[in-house]
């Protein structure tokens, strides 16, 4: 059985908010840029995800919307489910965004007020992933960066390159690293239950 986890990072850039009481709502409902409307048509046109039976999507706008293609594509239900939402930021007082990720991928059990850590994150995707297994069909999760990051702290080796960035390997393969990408694909390979490989596609 395979399991794919893909997050779409090309979002509208740009938008003003007037307090942080605003930002949760304003990630939620942060919608694709126009870049990111292309990458999920071509997302759904791999054909990795040919037999797949199941997809499934966090509440956000850019997870919803690079989704709605391949559910087309293939005829099925999109399933929303908030445990498959980004990691909540929470009050970021005189912190900015940038701040908050770094102390972060330092720190995996750092968090603000109201906010996740990384380890957060990570069992509540982790659980959710667990029902989804075992339900045992072929499924696409539509998700975020920082959530699939904490999911992969549970299973890959941690280290950090010459710049300090954080960098995750699995059974000897760069499976993170902190660069751009326009988007992120993981093949999670599963059998009885057990996962047995991940890759970065």
């Not at 990795?48 to 919307?65: G, L």
């Not at 539509?142 to 890959?156: D, E, M, Q, S």
């Not at 710049?163 to 992120?184: C, K, W």
């Amino acid at each position: 059985m395979k399991i794919y986890l893909v997050s779409n990072n090309s979002l509208v850039e740009g938008l003003n908010y007037e307090n942080d009481s605003l930002l949760e709502l304003i990630r939620v409902l942060r919608p694709l840029s126009i870049k990111g409307e292309e990458n999920a048509l071509k997302i759904s046109e791999l054909k990795i995800f040919t037999n797949v039976e199941k997809i499934y999507s966090s509440f956000h706008s850019s997870a919803i919307s690079t989704s709605k293609y391949l559910a087309n594509k293939l005829n099925l239900t999109i399933n929303m489910k908030d445990s498959l939402n980004d990691c909540k930021v929470g009050t970021l007082g005189s912190k900015n965004m940038k701040m908050v990720k770094g102390l972060q991928d330092h720190d995996f059990t750092y968090k603000l007020p109201n906010g996740e850590s990384l380890i957060d994150v990570g069992n509540r995707l982790n659980k959710e992933l667990d029902n989804i297994i075992s339900l045992g069909e072929d499924a696409v999760i539509f998700t975020h960066k920082r959530a699939i990051l904490g999911f992969l702290l549970k299973y890959a080796k941690v280290g950090y390159n010459l710049d300090d960035s954080l960098i995750l390997e699995y059974n000897d393969r760069q499976v993170y690293d902190d660069t751009d990408s326009p988007y992120d694909i993981y093949e999670i390979d599963v059998e009885k239950t057990k996962i047995i490989d991940i890759k970065l596609i």
